[in-house]
């Protein structure tokens, strides 16, 4: 493995660190969140796969590494507010400290932001960030909370509206770090919804918004008996290479050339 002074920021002194931003000037922000992942996943389930993720790309580019910035520990989560140990920001909060981390880093000389976001309550306020961060600096930013491989991992999993702590997470943290999944694995809990726009794993569904707890016993949404370590190996291996091939693709172009450039 590299070593970590080659892309984790926060191994760097500071004269290694204006050195590795001279020759990459891409970066990777994990965002996570602290939440119940069901009585066999960790709290810390989404902050981890988002920083491993970050990790993993940022070795799979190859040199030179884009930079992993230290992650964003906690999240929009207040839908589990009902399960022991999730803590919670509000989408204000987060929205605003990544739109000034971001800005830092544009200021640092980063001109390529990709938030790396674990945890899709997130979403809304880290997409307000990256609008910010854009419309200030002129960099270029974007979130990706899956979407470059979610069709990939679909096709491996087995469970329809396999959205949290289910057949998809519970498989990446066999792969990822086995010991610290709990033998209790419920089953299958996915709620049948009375309008079809409702269904989170359908291709028509809005976004809604509801405690976990309303329609979830154990917090989870999704079938943890499915998941295999195998399973898990496949689905990580695709969102490394998918994320990969993004950052990659961003590195070796100036943002004129990938025509995102815009006066800040
Ligand atoms: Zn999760």
Redo the contacts with the bound molecule.
């Keep these: 493995m590299s070593d970590e002074r080659h892309w984790r920021l926060a191994r760097m002194t500071s004269p290694e660190a204006g050195e590795r931003l001279a020759a990459c000037d891409v970066a990777l922000l994990p965002a996570g969140?602290v939440e119940q992942?069901g009585p066999h996943l960790t709290l810390d389930?989404?902050l981890y796969h988002a920083e491993r993720l970050c990790r993993d790309v940022s070795l799979a580019c190859g040199e030179p590494h884009p930079v992993v910035l230290p992650a964003i520990p906690f999240g929009v989560s207040y839908h589990h507010d009902d399960f022991p140990g999730t803590l919670s920001v509000s989408a204000e909060t987060l929205s605003r400290y990544v739109t000034e981390v971001g800005r830092s880093a544009a200021r640092q000389g980063i001109r390529k932001l990709v938030i790396v976001n674990?945890?899709g309550g997130n979403v809304p306020a880290l997409q307000t960030a990256a609008q910010k961060i854009h419309r200030t600096t002129g960099i270029f930013v974007c979130v990706d909370t899956g979407e470059t491989s979610d069709v990939d991992v679909a096709a491996i999993a087995e469970t329809h509206g396999d959205i949290?702590?289910g057949e998809i997470?519970t498989s990446e943290a066999l792969h990822l770090r086995p010991e610290d999944v709990r033998d209790e694995r419920p089953g299958l809990s996915v709620p049948r919804f009375a309008l079809e726009a409702l269904d989170e794993g359908g291709e028509r569904s809005v976004p809604w918004f509801s405690r976990t707890s309303r329609f979830s016993r154990q917090g989870v949404l999704g079938d943890p008996s499915k998941a295999t370590a195998e399973k898990g190996m496949l689905m990580w291996e695709v969102e490394v290479r998918r994320l990969a091939e993004l950052v990659r693709g961003l590195r070796g172009r100036s943002l004129e050339e990938l025509r995102l450039d815009e006066d800040a």
């Design positions: 969140a992942h389930t989404d674990g945890h949290h702590a997470e």
